[in-house]
């Protein structure tokens, strides 16, 4: 039997015993307009991972500054079984690979630090970010 970490399962957050996905929106969206910088992790500027990442660690919850590093914890979530607090990832123009990270909010909405706009909310349904969907995972369980 293989023990080393890279075999090893991520640990799973429970809902129970951490704040849930409320407080996790209601920090996201308390950052709305906050402006993009690139390797920005807060308080007053974000890249998308340094967002999510700032947004779980102030519910107590740790997370790497790195897109691809995030999608690889928690438990993968298809795209119809999304719930808000799940993080969505996305490829930049069709590229392979995962290169940004937001956090689900509902009804097909997400909240991310956008290199355009800032700290916003965008539809999955958006052409540019449906092509590019990469897929999703539930760090909050």
């Known amino acids: 039997v293989d023990n080393s970490p890279s075999q090893q399962p991520p640990p799973?957050?429970?809902?129970?015993?951490?704040?849930?996905?409320?407080?996790?929106?209601?920090?996201?969206a308390s950052l709305l307009g906050s402006p993009y910088a690139y390797g920005g992790s807060g308080p007053y500027t974000?890249?998308?991972?340094?967002?999510?990442?700032?947004?779980f660690g102030q519910v107590?919850?740790?997370?790497?500054?790195?897109?691809?590093?995030?999608?690889?914890?928690?438990?993968?979530?298809?795209?119809d079984q999304l719930a808000p607090g799940d993080l969505v990832f996305f490829s930049y123009y069709g590229r392979p690979?995962?290169?940004?990270?937001?956090?689900?909010?509902?009804?097909?909405q997400f909240i991310h630090a956008s290199s355009r706009a800032g700290?916003?909310?965008s539809s999955l349904?958006?052409?540019?970010?449906?092509?590019?969907?990469?897929?999703?995972?539930r760090i909050l369980r």
């Open 12 to 28: 799973q957050v429970s809902r129970g015993s951490l704040p849930d996905a409320r407080l996790v929106l209601a920090k996201a």
């Open 46 to 55: 974000f890249d998308c991972s340094g967002f999510t990442r700032y947004v």
């Open 60 to 79: 107590g919850i740790d997370l790497p500054h790195n897109a691809a590093a995030q999608a690889g914890l928690g438990i993968p979530v298809s795209m």
């Open 97 to 108: 690979g995962i290169e940004h990270v937001g956090i689900y909010v509902g009804d097909g």
């Open 119 to 121: 700290v916003k909310y």
């Open 125 to 137: 349904y958006e052409p540019y970010y449906a092509a590019n969907y990469k897929g999703a995972r």
